[in-house]
């Protein structure tokens, strides 16, 4: 079945650091999307791609970066990791025939220290 | 500027009970709508949506959406609610002509025995 998947599940880091988050579909969508979830706000997005090479800033995409150099790869770098980008974070995709939804990885819980 | 807003935090209602989650929108244009739900430690996972023709909704595990244009609501709702519905719901919109989701900052659903 396809599916969606995240890697690290639980990540420690220290303030500085460069840290990257995976995301791994096998849909064979073409848009896939990063979010990150905070009490009190919901979910804001950080970055998302429409395909290969491409890459697009979000709400909340400063000390985010993204790449896209296949279809089933997104990865999330926070070059410099703060301990304000303490959270979870999740991964999304969607494509053909339906646009519009999208389907959820089951996230990396980030904290910095 | 674009929103969804859910006005409950939390709700809670005995098991049998009918249960009603709210959410209202500012999505200009005739926007796509989305309910999404996510159990402890989960992503989200799709329930339902609105795209257009009925304003009554069905989705997975028996829940229901009546989109109001009028009131500018969509509101998540189950006739009977069952202890496993205990979850976190998200109402989610999208412009029809944009690419970019509008989050609502969530409803904990809490069912009582």
């Known amino acids: 079945d396809a599916e969606i998947t995240q890697s690290p599940r639980h990540k420690i880091t220290e303030t500085g650091r460069q840290v990257t988050l995976a995301c791994h579909q096998t849909w064979n969508h073409n848009n896939m999307f990063w979010y990150r979830q905070d009490l009190g706000h919901g979910l804001r997005l950080i970055h998302y791609s429409y395909g290969v090479q491409d890459t697009n800033k979000g709400e909340v995409s400063d000390g985010y970066s993204v790449s896209r150099s296949n279809t089933e790869d997104l990865p999330l770098t926070l070059e410099s990791a703060a301990s304000s980008q303490t959270s979870v974070y999740f991964c999304?995709?969607?494509?053909?025939?339906?646009?519009?939804?999208?389907?959820f990885g089951p996230g990396t819980r980030l904290l910095v220290l | 500027a674009q929103s969804v807003a859910q006005p409950e935090d939390q709700v809670n209602v005995a098991e049998g009970n009918p249960l009603t989650v709210k959410c209202t929108y500012s999505v200009s244009g005739n926007p796509y709508l989305f309910w999404y739900v996510q159990y402890p430690n989960r992503g989200l996972q799709f329930l339902l949506k609105y795209i257009t023709g009925d304003n009554l909704v069905k989705g997975s595990y028996g829940f229901e959406a009546e989109f109001n244009k009028s009131q500018t609501s969509f509101h998540l709702k189950k006739p009977s609610a069952l202890v496993s519905d205990s979850a976190l719901y998200f109402c989610?919109?999208?412009?029809?002509?944009?690419?970019?989701?509008?989050f609502g900052t969530g409803t904990s659903l809490t069912v009582i025995p």
């Open positions: 999304a995709s969607s494509g053909t025939p339906d646009q519009e939804t999208q389907y």
């Open positions: 989610v919109g999208l412009r029809n002509t944009g690419n970019q989701f509008y």
